[in-house]
């Protein structure tokens, strides 16, 4: 009797499930930028001044063809994007055509939109053109856009979202879908809209999102679903072996030269890191050094609460090490065409005792910080009741890079854009989808991990004005202190 049961309840809860349908994933906890992100830059930083001259160069683009292409991108949405990518994709998105494609396009898009509000928000920063009082180039009302905070950028966060769920449907084009998503986002520098900080944050933020949606049995059925619609309305033959395709990042911008502001900005996040090298963020850029399954296990073992091993968690060991292979073997064939000089060795400093594992090709783009945000993805859906909290730690193991002296600030923001494209990569392999699957069903299995809290208390506090800058004792108007509390001065 109690088999039958069993049986019965069994039966159930696939019934269940099945019935859901992809709107379930609208339900899910969404990643929270502001827990994970760092905030905009201070006003007085290299960092904004970077942002400045982006936004005066793309300025000057505005009565060029790329401008009216800029025009255009105003449009907004999931089927703006599906109209803007059908070429690439090789069909446009339909209701009747191919309704599987386009209900998984629709739908995770809205999820992955849900975040940006909050963060723009949450920030309130003031656009480019509001900041320089001129006038917005394109149709859109300067007042609608100054209600709006523009951190991060939400057009961006759509047209890196569209790249992604479209390359994991038809990863053969995917260099050309992150190409297109990565244009759509630099037309609101053009248009004045968003500072360059503002959609380099947002394709971060968005890439969170989509591996979050992997959480979703619903989501990962609904791929299988929309990856058979596009072969059988294509004829496509799906590649059978995961290393036949390596992302690109060949669409970013050439390398800094030494004389503009993007080199001065990385030169100034050179010795901010440096200056760091004495307190517990350089124990951790050396211990960050190792980038093996087990230098991984160590940087998430407190938030995760296991160690992960191949005697122990083998199902999870093989994920990371899949993912580590795949996001090392696309950075070094990207780094044997740009053999660019690691930052210690231009500057002719030392880097970070301990941190140097091997000679590198070229420092760009960064390596560990591939490997540290796509563990961090994969990890996040093993356990996403600590998904914040993991996305931080996989954005700080970048970050030791900076510190220990071996990476240049846009090495690592390279990297960690190619490792969220290696995730949409990895997931397009239905054997991934299922191992991912079986790695958060062997984390279940063996972690006591619902008694711990998906918030850990901050271990520094920050507080900055709206507009981005560091807050001081006589700053005055509305505080924001790093873990979200707001007050007035």
């Known amino acids: 009797m109690k088999r039958t049961i069993t049986l019965l309840f069994s039966c159930f809860l696939i ?33 904004f001044a970077y942002d400045v001259h982006q936004y005066m160069y793309h300025k000057g683009l505005r009565d060029s063809d790329r401008g009216q292409q800029a025009l255009t991108d105003v449009g907004y949405g999931a089927m703006y994007i599906a109209e803007r990518m059908k070429n690439i994709f090789g069909l446009l998105a339909s209701s009747t055509s ?130 058979a619609e596009y072969d059988s309305a294509t004829h496509n033959t799906r590649p059978t072996a995961l290393n036949q395709l390596h992302p690109s990042i060949e669409f970013l911008p050439e390398q800094p030269d030494s004389t503009g502001a993007a080199y001065a900005y990385d030169v100034t996040a050179f010795y901010s890191g440096k200056s760091q090298r004495d307190d517990l963020l350089g124990q951790q850029a050396i211990a960050d050094a190792d980038m093996t399954v087990a230098g991984i296990s160590n940087a998430f073992a407190s938030i995760l609460g296991i160690n992960i091993a191949a005697t122990t968690t083998p199902t999870i060991y093989r994920l990371l090490e899949t993912g580590i292979t795949q996001a090392t073997d696309n950075c070094y064939m990207l780094q044997t065409v740009n053999h660019r000089r690691p930052p210690y060795e231009r500057l002719r400093e030392s880097p970070l005792n301990g941190t140097i594992t091997s000679s590198p090709i070229s420092s760009y783009p960064s390596e560990h910080a591939a490997v540290g945000w796509l563990s961090a993805l994969l990890l996040m859906d093993i356990c996403p009741s ?55 069903e062997e984390f279940n299995s063996q972690s006591g991990i619902s008694s711990i809290s998906s918030e850990l208390p901050s271990t520094q506090s920050i507080s900055y004005t709206l507009d981005g800058r560091l807050a001081t004792p006589d700053s005055h108007g509305v505080i924001v202190s790093s873990n979200g509390e707001k007050i007035m001065r």
């Not at 969404?30 to 827990?35: E, N, R």
């Not at 309704?99 to 999820?111: A, G, K």
């Not at 992955?112 to 920030?123: D, F, R, W």
């Open 386 to 440: 600590n998904q914040d909290t993991i996305l931080k730690r996989g954005w700080e193991y970048g970050q030791s890079r900076v510190i220990a002296g071996t990476n240049w600030q846009s090495d690592v923001e390279a990297g960690q854009l190619l490792g969220g494209m290696v995730f949409a990569n990895m997931m397009s392999d239905p054997s991934m989808r299922s191992l991912l699957t079986a790695a958060r």
């Open 98 to 227: 191919t309704p599987d494609i386009r209900e998984l396009l629709y739908t995770s898009m809205n999820y992955i939109g849900q975040s940006c509000g909050a963060a723009k928000t949450y920030y309130n920063r003031r656009r480019p053109f509001d900041r320089f009082n001129d006038p917005v180039f394109g149709p859109e009302k300067a007042s609608s856009l100054r209600k709006q905070g523009s951190y991060p950028s939400a057009h961006s966060m759509f047209g890196w979202a569209g790249a992604l769920i479209l390359a994991e449907i038809n990863p053969q084009v995917q260099d050309d879908l992150f190409d297109s998503g990565y244009e759509y986002g630099q037309s609101r520098l053009i248009i004045g809209a968003h500072w360059q900080s503002d959609v380099n944050a947002a394709r971060l933020m968005t890439s969170a999102n989509f591996a979050r949606l992997h959480v979703s049995e619903a989501y990962l059925a609904a791929v299988d679903k929309a990856q």
């Open 15 to 47: 019934l269940a499930v099945s019935g859901q349908g992809l709107s379930s994933v609208m339900d899910m906890p969404y990643p929270t930028a502001v827990k994970y992100l760092p905030p905009p830059p201070d006003s007085l930083s290299m960092a």
